[in-house]
């Protein structure tokens, strides 16, 4: 399974910010997906999911300025983020999320994308 973050490394502020994840070895409509991110100096974030059905969900924080949506004829899925902010900044990834002995763990991952906000 292999998957690949695109999009734009720099975006300006209020701006909207559109990532693409490309995946290859697995279709999109038999597993879960993830955003999840990485400040600079900061850990993990996880931003949100979309699942087999569609169905989305996201971390209450960016609940609010979040979207994840799908092309399942490309086998893509995308992350919107609105009016961004320099706390936006970071390394984005995607990852599949699977089932392990009861728990939900992202197994496999991009290799992550960087992401300015700046004017």
């Known amino acids: 399974v292999q998957l690949q973050e695109s999009g734009p490394g720099l975006v300006k502020p209020s701006q909207t910010l559109a990532l693409t994840c490309t995946v290859s070895?697995?279709?999109?409509?038999?597993?879960?997906w993830s955003w999840v991110r990485q400040p600079p100096g900061k850990g993990l974030e996880w931003m949100g999911i979309?699942?087999?059905?569609?169905?989305?969900y996201f971390s209450p924080s960016l609940k609010s300025r979040c979207s994840i949506s799908r092309d399942t004829s490309k086998n893509q899925f995308f992350l919107h983020v609105s009016s961004v902010t320099p706390e936006d900044t970071g390394v984005y990834y995607c990852a599949r999320v699977s089932s392990r002995g009861g728990l939900e763990v992202h197994d496999y991952w991009g290799q992550g994308t960087p992401v300015t906000v700046s004017s």
């Open positions: 979309i699942a087999i059905d569609g169905t989305t």
């Open positions: 070895g697995d279709s999109i409509t038999t597993s879960y």
